[in-house]
């Protein structure tokens, strides 16, 4: 019997036991269905001595690293990552065969930088494989964490979420929910509220609109480091009526409201790597405006979105005012990007992830 029909289990780190990431488990489920033993683990300071316990072939999947590498102060910083990286070394030498899937080559808090680039390159070379969700997202990766082979570094893109979530309520229903007007042109900012996300950039573009029907609605809980933004965003919205500020997660049922009750979704982001955000809205058939970096520019295209140049001052403003210029095209640019969101089917980046666990 070849190492390739040995059965084996994946264990995905980290994985919360409260709430499991949608990219973890739809892929967690989708390689079920290929015969592939699953199970989660948490975020744990010694998470080694739960792997080592188990028996048979272990792949070990990373996912987010930076809670491990990053804490509120540079020396707890420093033994964590040393922690984290002497564990990895311990499984690799066991036999575990790790995998790391880089879904941000940085955290967001920009904290401690270097040792976080450092914990990162590290964790990259220890690794048998990484996975990259675009070329560009590959090439970042080389270049940033100095890697002196692209070998184990694979290309297997992010997954649509058509399957995922509710998709029945009509537009009509959606926008009497929200209380927004058929004749409004509504963009959308929905999840996770953060300032690398760029909305100071759109809130400063959507008031330099000169679109009387114009609506933007901001939808999602602000993140605890950048608390200021929510005064903010309370502020704008309490100036200028045409601003909705919805604050709080947004649950799982609702996320089709939102959608639906949309004509374009923005993503004014500053700094990006690969953006799961994205392929929700084009799995729910919205038209984007975003900028021409990292996954994004390999994610989307001009059929389907207002992609623009973030470097430029004018940039953000610009696309928003041709996505109202050419309102009647958003529909078939919804269906366009959904027609590519079914293209990246679970089924098909389960074997892809295969392919890498065995090889």
Not at 37 to 57: D, H, M, S, V, W
Not at 134 to 157: G, H, I, M, W
Not at 213 to 225: F, S
Not at 245 to 270: C, H, K, L, S, W
Request: glycine content about 4%; overall charge neutral.
């Amino acid at each position: 019997m070849s190492p390739t029909d040995l059965a084996y289990k994946v264990v995905f780190l980290p994985q919360s036991k409260e709430a499991v990431h949608p990219y973890q488990k739809q892929l967690s489920e989708a390689l079920i269905k290929l015969g592939i033993e699953f199970e989660g683990a948490n975020y744990q300071t010694f998470f080694c001595l739960k792997i080592l316990r188990e028996r048979q072939p272990i792949v070990l999947h990373l996912h987010w690293l930076h809670a491990f590498l990053v804490k509120t102060t540079l020396l707890k910083s420093i033994v964590s990552t040393t922690t984290f990286l002497a564990q990895l070394i311990l499984l690799r030498i066991c036999g575990v065969k790790i995998v790391w899937t880089i879904h941000n080559l940085k955290n967001h808090e920009n904290k401690s930088l270097k040792l976080d680039q450092i914990g990162a390159s590290a964790v990259a070379r220890i690794s048998h494989a990484a996975i990259a969700h675009c070329n560009c997202a590959k090439q970042e990766t080389l270049d940033y964490l100095r890697l002196p082979s692209a070998n184990k570094v694979f290309v297997v893109p992010h997954g649509n979420f058509t399957q995922y979530y509710s998709n029945t309520i009509s537009r009509a229903e959606a926008r009497k929910a929200l209380n927004i007007a058929e004749s409004d042109f509504v963009f959308l900012f929905l999840g996770l509220i953060r300032s690398y996300k760029g909305v100071p950039e759109l809130l400063a573009a959507f008031e330099k609109l000169d679109s009387p029907n114009a609506r933007l609605v901001i939808a999602g809980k602000v993140h605890e480091e950048d608390i200021e933004l929510e005064d903010l965003l309370h502020q704008k919205a309490s100036e200028d009526q045409s601003i909705q500020f919805i604050p709080g997660f947004v649950p799982d049922e609702d996320i089709q409201i939102y959608m639906n009750a949309a004509d374009t979704v923005v993503f004014p982001y500053r700094d990006i790597l690969t953006s799961g955000a994205v392929l929700l809205a084009m799995s729910f058939g919205q038209s984007c405006v975003a900028p021409r970096i990292g996954c994004i520019s390999e994610t989307l295209d001009s059929d389907g979105a207002f992609l623009y140049d973030p470097q430029l001052d004018s940039g953000l403003l610009e696309a928003i005012q041709k996505s109202i210029r050419k309102r009647h095209d958003l529909p078939r640019m919804g269906k366009h990007n959904m027609r590519l969101a079914e293209g990246y089917s679970w089924e098909r980046i389960a074997k892809m992830t295969q392919t890498i666990y065995r090889a």
